[in-house]
Every structure is written in C-alpha cells, then in structure tokens.
T-cell receptor, first 114, second 112 residues
C-alpha cells in the first residue's frame, strides 16, 4: 500500500488566495521530504527539500516566499502556495526517502488557480 | 552538468510487441539509476532500480533494464507490452536514493 500520502489530490482556488498541500509519511519517519512540480507533459522539477526542524532548502529559481514549506513533524511536510496565480497551476508531488529504500512518492496534487 | 536524457518523447507500440525506452545520463560518477512509471494524474511508481552488481536488473510488471557504463545508458525493456502499460515513463539518476534528477519522460501508447 501507499507509504506516502498527499492531500488534497486536487484543488481549485481563486487567484490571490493561498493553498496548503500536505505530505505525510504513513509508517515511517522522514526527516527529509522533497517537493516537485510537474507541468503538463513535462518532467518533475525539484522545488525544495523539506527538513524537519529547520528551514527548507530551495532550488534555484524557486520563490521562497511564494512556496512556503513547513516540516512540522517527522511525518508531515506542508507546501503552501501563497497568493496563488494562474501560472502556479500545476501538478505538485512530494516524496520521502525511507531507510534502505528508494524514494516513495505521493499521488500528487493537481492545483488549478482560476 | 548532471542530466538525464530520454530521447523519445512519445512511443507507440502494438499490444504484444516488444518495447525499449532509452535513457542516457551525464553524471560525475556511477549514479543510482531508476525507472518510474506515472499514470495520468497519479504519483510515481518505482519499476526498478540499479545501485551496483549485475547490470541487468529485473523490475515489476515484467520490466527489465540494463546498465551500460560505456554508453552511460540505462534502457528499459519489456518483451511483450500490455495495454495497461500505457503511461508516462521517467528515468532518474541520483547520488543516492534521495535527491533525484528526472528525465523529461517518454509517453507510451499501446494499440490493441
């Protein structure tokens, strides 16, 4: 079964509002989680590394103030898209590494900003 | 620079035909290599991985991949494709199992 849960699976919001996406590791602790963004028919681009108990590490070109990441516990990381605009519409996927195992991915969140 | 290239954006095969999806990488050392599959609107499912040892690795759903160091390639193969294999396939590399670099993906379409 799934070991990484992502919620919601899809969300529609109005321009200017904020949206929070949750990523949970279900039966293991993850001190690190990764957030990816995927545009239609394109690959996954790493946005940031979420670190439990410390600040997230953002990839070059990713706006820290727009994409707020909080790793509140060893099983939960959240990505908040602040003041969302239509160009933020995308598919967001989280992943979490598990000891002696490849990355486990959530099922993704489809964000549509109208 | 580290990169992954999947030369084929879109491949169409008939059900029952063999399949090979290409993946080439540029990396400083021998990386960890992965193939993931993604169905529409879904996350990624690991098909197989290569860390070390036997260069021919077996995965789920009848897939296999061969690591060729001399060619910096990690091509995915399946001897007989099923209609349910239609999906997007991503090759990925990394220094470990964590932070991965993904290729641009190959969309597989299967005709009956």
């Amino acid at each position: 079964g799934a070991v990484v849960s992502q919620h919601p699976s899809w969300v529609i919001c109005k321009s200017g509002t904020s949206v929070k996406i949750e990523c949970r590791s279900l039966d293991f602790q993850a001190t690190t989680m990764f957030w990816y963004r995927q545009f239609p028919k394109q690959s996954l681009m790493l946005m940031a590394t979420s670190n439990e108990g410390s600040k997230a590490t953002y990839e070059q070109g990713v706006e820290k103030d727009k994409f707020l990441i909080n790793h509140a516990s060893l099983t939960l990381s959240t990505l908040t898209v602040t003041s969302a605009h239509p160009e933020d519409s995308s598919f967001y996927i989280c992943s979490a590494p598990r000891a002696n195992s490849p990355l486990h991915f959530g099922n993704g969140t489809r964000l549509t900003v109208t | 620079a580290q990169s992954v290239t999947q030369p084929d954006i879109h491949i169409t095969v008939s059900e029952g035909a063999s399949l090979e999806l290409r993946c080439n990488y540029s990396y400083g050392a021998t990386p960890y290599l992965f193939w993931y599959v993604q169905s529409p609107g879904q996350g990624l499912q690991l098909l197989l991985k290569y860390f070390s040892g036997d260069t021919l690795v077996q995965g789920i759903k009848g897939f296999e991949a061969e690591f060729k160091r001399s060619q910096s390639s990690f091509n995915l193969r399946k001897p007989s494709v099923h209609w349910s294999d239609a999906a997007e396939y991503f090759c990925a590399v990394g220094a470990s199992t964590d932070k991965l670099i993904f290729g641009t993906g190959t969309r597989l379409q299967v005709f009956p």
